[in-house]
């Protein structure tokens, strides 16, 4: 306070005064406390809105070449599915060759196909067991080339004839001599392209269902392996899996409800739509959630099923974003762009597409790819569901459109 | 001379910063939540040393300190001056459902002034806020099932910060007719930027927040014209009635607003246009009409006691979209206010070196909401700090005050602030007959 009266008393130091005085109040007030006051007549700046966009432009494709081999899983088996017709798995294997894996195997050895499977994927009848042919191949055939629609080269040549296999999680086939002993020929040639005579001259076997089959069995590929047991050995010497790859065929289709499309995780039937991506469109720029919704006939799926019976389960589904020339080529599953659980609700898949459209709209991402959707996992099961269409009268594919209007209350 | 040029520098830096709204943002910044209605809360032309008196000082004249307050004064203009500074407001503003406390710390304007011809013809060039908008309004709703996209309620909440205003830009004359009469004439450019920044934000992280800005940039000009009358000798050999009055015509502002917002796009954030100036069209906003009359009167050289009358047409207003708002009111303002100097020409003594000043106000307000006028009570203090050695002086004002009413769940403030000017005043352009 005397600081304040000398400085008073000296008029030449009136600004250093002022500027004491402004330091003063800075600190006094420096505290701000922003409350909520004035609401009822402070209106709101913004509106909410919420938009329902049909999705016209919106069918399946089922041009997209699908390649099954070498899949975490194969599938084998046959089934009678009310809304997907019969579907019959035809699997193929072939052992690897490798040295190390086996020291010795003798010409009285014993040969296995251990099959390990999933009972949590099984697709069919889950009281009934099912019948294979074990069924040798008869020309050179790649699993990574193998589409799931070739049909399955199998020879006459039955190595093992009417084998069941019930809900076990895994099971244990013996083979017969013979085969051992053709395997073993190339197991001790010891010419320098031993490998591409075994490549080019072994086949492998297949796993053919026979009539009366009532389930597909999910055959895990990397728990599955050829066993090689001598007569004087306690163990078992194992080659895994060298090549293998499933085909399906699907006969006595129902032609089903025309609201609503058939959708398979192998790629052999996709949702294919898209919808334009501009400020028109949307109806605004201000864009809180961009969600698609694809709606489930959870209704069909299980009221058709008899009892007993089951499908693998179905609660993810995946948007990619290809090009129409992209689609001539096949995909391999990798590089969804969207992926989203089920909803248990409503059985519901919904995608929240907002940062994309904000992309399209606003950061110059291109938009000249169509949407292609799929369910679950590309990974050797038989995934099946059932989707609404843009027929349909209530859950037809949508985009949910929650925005902001900025100019509410603007004075 | 040196010193003089200096202080205007300082000055001049310090308000075209404070007009800048450089201020760190949310610190300082808010105001009354009644700014957030129209273009803001107006701000009147004020005389520093008149503050104090809680009065504009349309009929107090003084020889060392400009004024904004009357054109008139300038034509009686015998020492170059120049005056600036900055205000500080607290609002403790509480309604029925809350309550928020805010400050602000904005500037009061710059103005110089100086003598064409001594006494008799003057020139002022100022800028100055004619309104202010500063406020912060959080509001929280939630859409019921069915009302949203959601499944269930959706819970969001708005974030509504206004800041920006008026300002004008005066080059005005004012000329003297002998002693008695002055009359004074000010065009002036009316620009400046009305700012709202919106966020909201919702209770569900499946909702991007979405903020945006509505930015309306206004430009107009507008006229004000001054009188003043001096007379002496009324009731005793030293006393002085002075009458003033200053008319401000309706401002016709052309108005372009736009709407931009930040998006997040990859890793970064892009600002893009939501809607152009072009979409929008342009705007009018109207600003009324306004007089302000006053009458002072100082029985000797010690005394003034001054009362004025404020009237602004807000029935007037017109918004951007050239339309009326059922919420503006007339509004009219009613003071009456003293100053005491101790010792005219004399500061030998401590209490000599200060002038005292005390008022109070009444005004009717610009606002008519839910059938209430938002009024204010105001009451002032404020001393002037002379200089021995210059014609300079700091005036310091303080003021508290009442606005508004908590009835029909309006907001009522409490506001107490400081305001601090720097008058110069200087005789430029002199040369002494010794060197």
Redesign the interface.
């Known amino acids: 306070m005397k600081r304040i009266?000398e400085l008073?008393?000296?008029?030449?130091q009136?600004?250093k005064?002022?500027l004491f005085?402004?330091l003063g109040?800075?600190i006094i007030?420096?505290?701000?406390?922003?409350?909520?006051?004035?609401?009822?007549?402070?209106g709101?700046?913004?509106q909410?809105a919420?938009d329902?966009v049909k999705i016209s432009d919106y069918n399946t494709a089922d041009q997209i070449p699908t390649y099954s081999g070498n899949r975490s899983y194969l599938s084998a088996g046959k089934f009678d599915d009310p809304v997907f017709g019969t579907v019959t798995a035809t699997g193929l294997l072939k052992p690897s060759i490798s040295t190390s894996a086996i020291d010795t195997l003798q010409e009285d050895a014993s040969m296995y196909l251990q099959l390990k499977i999933d009972p949590g994927n099984v697709y069919g009848d889950t009281t009934s067991s099912t019948t294979f042919d074990l069924v040798e191949m008869n020309q050179l055939w790649r699993g990574k080339s193998w589409k799931m629609d070739d049909p399955a080269p199998v020879s006459d040549n039955v190595v093992v004839s009417s084998t069941q296999i019930g809900m076990q999680d895994s099971v244990v086939i013996e083979l017969p001599t013979s085969y051992m002993m053709k395997y073993r020929d190339f197991y001790y040639d010891d010419s320098a392209n031993r490998d591409s005579l075994y490549k080019y001259n072994f086949y492998g076997l297949a796993l053919v269902p026979k009539d009366g089959s009532n389930k597909i069995l999910a055959i895990n590929s990397s728990g599955s392996h050829f066993l090689f047991q001598n007569p004087d050995d306690t163990t078992y010497s194992q080659e895994t899996l060298n090549d293998w790859a499933y085909s399906v065929e699907r006969t006595n289709v129902p032609s089903g409800n025309n609201n609503e499309d058939n959708v398979f995780g192998d790629f052999s039937q996709v949702i294919n739509f898209d919808f334009p991506i501009d400020k028109q469109s949307m109806g605004s720029?201000?864009?809180?959630?961009v969600?698609l919704v694809l709606y489930q006939d959870e209704q069909t799926l299980t009221g058709t099923l008899p009892a007993n019976t089951v499908r693998p389960p179905v609660s993810n589904a995946k948007l990619y974003l290809k090009t129409p020339e992209e689609l001539q080529y096949s995909f391999d599953g990798s590089g969804a762009s969207f992926s989203t659980d089920i909803d248990s609700?409503?059985f519901t898949y919904r995608f929240?597409l907002?940062?994309y459209i904000?992309?399209v709209?606003?950061?110059g991402a291109s938009s000249d790819t169509r949407f292609i959707g799929t369910i679950q996992s590309n990974n050797g099961i038989i995934y099946s569901t059932l989707l609404f269409n843009n027929e349909a009268d209530k859950n037809f594919p949508k985009l949910?459109?929650?925005s902001?209007n900025?100019?509410t209350g603007?004075? | 001379m040196k010193y003089f040029y200096l202080?205007i520098a300082?000055v001049l830096t310090v308000a075209t910063t404070a007009f800048g709204q450089l201020q760190p943002k949310?610190?300082?910044r808010?105001g009354s939540?009644?700014s957030?209605?129209?273009?803001g809360q107006p701000i009147d032309y004020r005389a520093s040393y008149a503050d104090g008196m809680g009065l504009n000082g349309v009929a107090i004249y003084d020889d060392f300190s400009a004024s904004l307050a009357n054109p008139a004064f300038w034509g009686r203009t015998y020492f170059s001056q120049a005056t600036g500074g900055?205000s500080?407001n607290?609002y403790n503003?509480?309604?029925y459902?809350?309550?928020?406390?805010?400050?602000e710390?904005t500037a009061n304007l710059f103005q110089a002034v100086f003598p064409l011809v001594r006494n008799k013809l003057g020139f002022s060039l100022s800028l100055s806020p004619i309104s202010r908008m500063s406020f912060?309004?959080?509001?929280q709703?939630t859409?019921p099932p069915g009302?949203?996209?959601?499944?269930d309620s959706?819970l969001?909440a708005?974030q509504?910060r206004g800041d920006g205003g008026l300002n004008r830009l005066e080059l005005g004359f004012g000329y003297s007719f002998g002693k008695h009469l002055s009359i004074g004439y000010a065009p002036s450019l009316v620009f400046g930027p009305?700012n709202?920044h919106?966020s909201?934000l919702?209770g569900s992280p499946?909702?991007?927040?979405?903020v945006?800005d509505?930015e309306t940039k206004n430009r107009g000009f507008g006229n004000r014209f001054g009188i003043f009358y001096r007379s002496s000798h009324i009731f005793n050999s030293h006393d002085n009635l002075d009458i003033g009055g200053q008319v401000s015509l309706p401002v016709n502002l052309r108005s372009r607003?736009s709407?931009k917002?930040d998006?997040?796009?990859?890793n970064g954030t892009?600002t893009?246009i939501?809607?152009s100036e072009d979409e929008f069209g342009a705007g009018n906003i109207r600003m009324p009409m306004e007089v302000t009359g006053g009458l002072t009167y100082s029985p000797n050289n010690k005394w003034q006691v001054g009362s004025e009358v404020l009237y602004q047409q807000w029935s007037d207003y017109q918004?951007?979209y050239k339309q009326p708002?059922n919420?503006m009111s007339d509004r009219y303002k009613f003071a009456v206010g003293t100053r005491f100097l101790p010792q005219q020409g004399n500061?030998n003594t401590?209490f000599s070196?200060?002038k005292y000043n005390a008022g109070v106000s009444y005004d009717s307000g610009y606002l008519k909401?839910?059938g209430q006028n938002i009024e204010t009570l105001m009451f002032s203090a404020g001393l002037g700090?002379?200089?021995?050695?210059?014609l300079?002086?700091?005036d310091?004002n303080f003021h508290f005050g009442i606005r508004g009413t908590k009835a029909?769940?309006?907001?009522k403030e409490q506001i107490w602030g400081?305001k601090?000017s720097?008058n110069l005043a200087e005789r430029m352009f002199y040369r002494p007959k010794l060197q």
């Open positions: 009266i008073a008393s000296n008029g030449a009136t600004p005064l002022a005085f402004i109040l800075l007030t420096g505290c701000e406390d922003p409350g909520i006051v004035g609401n009822s007549f402070v709101s700046g913004a909410i919420s329902t720029q201000n864009l809180s959630r969600e609700t409503d929240n907002t940062n904000n992309a709209l606003f950061g949910l459109i929650t902001v900025p100019e603007t004075n | 202080s300082l949310n610190k300082l808010s939540v009644y957030y209605l129209g273009v900055l500080l607290n503003a509480r309604d459902s809350g309550r928020s406390k805010n400050s710390l912060m309004t959080y509001q709703t859409l009302m949203s996209n959601a499944g959706l969001y708005e509504n009305i709202n919106l909201i919702y499946d909702y991007q927040p979405i945006y509505v607003r709407i917002s998006k997040s796009v990859g892009k893009v939501i809607k918004n951007y708002e919420y500061i401590f070196r200060f909401l839910q700090i002379l200089s021995p050695k210059s300079s002086s700091v310091i029909n769940n309006l907001v400081v601090i720097l």
